[in-house]
């Protein structure tokens, strides 16, 4: 098995793509540290057992690994990719039933504008933030203030807060007038 790796513009992430389904039904997922694993993912467990694993993030066709700034690339790609090939290879599945987060409920009357902001999110944004090894999930949206969380390489990223801020609430208030602001919420 060939797993090709891309770096990303946090340096403290790299993008592996194995060639093949990564999370299937259950969307992007965001392991923030080994404690949030619990149980939810076989693969996430496995590299966090790796000394230097800060965070782990899938999206349907890649796991983005972050690590500490202790640690250096070049000693804790291999081990990754070892996990990696072991796992793909094995047939076990990477998440468990029930891993996805979920989001806040719609509000009565909110339901159109919820539906434009999701359209947007998924057209417009996504692709750019996951061509980047990360991900961008709507959290939820009450009184204008739009919730958003950004995973993988765009949480820990440099640029992450004037992207949110001037790039996605500019154009979401553009095509959304009831949009007040856009505020960044962990995951």
């Given amino acids: 098995m ?22 299937g ?59 990696l090939v072991d796992h793909f290879v094995s047939g076990r599945p990477v998440v468990t039933e029930g891993a996805a987060v979920q989001e806040d409920p719609v509000m009565p009357g909110d339901e159109e504008i919820v539906k434009q902001i999701k359209e947007l999110l998924e057209t417009r944004v996504r692709p750019a933030v996951a061509s980047d090894g990360g991900d961008i999930v709507f959290r939820g949206y009450r009184d204008g203030i739009v919730r958003l969380s950004m995973q993988g390489a765009c949480s820990g990223c440099p640029s992450s ?9 500019n154009m979401l208030r553009h095509y959304v007038p009831e949009i007040v602001s856009v505020e960044q919420v962990m995951a």
């Fill in 2 to 23: 060939f797993i090709e790796t891309e770096g990303t513009p946090n340096p403290n992430t790299l993008k592996f793509l194995p060639g093949r389904d990564v999370t």
């Fill in 25 to 83: 039904e259950a969307g992007t997922i965001d392991f923030i540290d080994a404690d949030g694993v619990a149980g939810r993912s076989p693969l996430a467990d496995a590299l966090f057992e790796l000394p230097g694993v800060a965070r782990v993030f899938m999206g349907s066709d890649f796991v983005s690994v972050t690590k500490t700034d202790a640690e250096d690339w070049a000693e804790l790609k291999p081990r990754v990719l070892s996990i």
């Fill in 161 to 169: 807060g004037a992207t949110l801020k001037h790039g996605v609430e």
